[in-house]
């Protein structure tokens, strides 16, 4: 079954400063997504990125990018230049290409922003 | 442009009553899905429906029914309210390609 682990409950970080989030994953399905979501206090989901199985390059999106190493099964999304507005948690998710196509999540990261 | 629109946004219940959660999206997504988040956890997956007139259980069904009226609508059902399911509920829904999902605004529920 594939599974999802985010092994930071919270990060404290300066403004301005490059922040990695960590993410890894269990799967046996070859084909499958990995996405990075936020969460403001509002609580709203809000996609950041997208990083399929067979991409050959790590994706990026503006400040954001993601780290693939797909051998050691992991997909740390690290935001460049934080701002205080990145404070939010922050999912990680999966899904397997076979079937149903659910979106598993990781427990999240609760990210602060110190000015 | 609505995309995923739930109701209620809150609802307070007393344990034993029933509701039904509804969920509409007008982005003519194949797939729906209903999860909840409780404090301090991520999403969890309660029913998913790969097509219209298909639905499947997922990581926590238990205590909820679900129903894929349309393309467009699935709502989730707490037939006997508990406390335990006091949570936030999102429904979501998605495309095979591109891969997207999309989710509501979520509804939080308190069931005392």
């Known amino acids: 079954a594939q599974k999802i682990t985010q092994t930071q409950p919270g990060m404290f970080v300066q403004e301005k400063e490059a922040v990695t989030l960590d993410c890894t994953y269990d799967t046996s399905d070859p084909s499958y997504g990995l996405f990075w979501y936020k969460q403001p206090s509002s609580g709203e989901m809000i996609f950041l990125i997208y990083?399929?199985?067979?991409?050959?390059q790590n994706a990026t999106e503006g400040r954001y990018s993601l780290n693939f190493q797909k051998a050691r099964k992991s997909a740390n999304l690290v935001i460049s230049a934080s701002q205080l507005g990145d404070s939010a948690m922050y999912f990680c998710?999966?899904?397997?290409?076979?079937?149903?196509?659910?979106?598993?999540f990781g427990q999240g990261t609760r990210l602060t922003i110190n000015p | 442009n609505a995309g995923v629109t739930q109701t209620p946004k809150f609802q307070v219940l007393k344990t034993g009553q029933s509701m039904t959660l509804q969920c509409a999206q007008d982005m003519n997504h194949n797939s729906m899905y209903w999860y909840r988040q409780d404090p301090g956890m991520g999403l969890r997956l309660i029913y998913y429906s790969a097509s219209e007139g298909t639905t499947d259980k997922g990581e926590v069904p238990n205590g909820y029914n679900v129903s894929r009226l349309n393309k467009r609508e699935f709502s989730l059902r707490l037939e006997s309210a508990a406390p335990s399911q006091t949570s936030v509920y999102f429904c979501?829904?998605?495309?095979?390609?591109?891969?997207?999902?999309?989710f509501g605004s979520g509804t939080r529920l308190t069931v005392v």
């Open positions: 979501a829904s998605s495309h095979r390609r591109p891969f997207g999902y999309t």
């Open positions: 998710a999966m899904r397997e290409n076979q079937g149903a196509q659910k979106l598993v």
């Open positions: 990083q399929g199985s067979y991409d050959q």
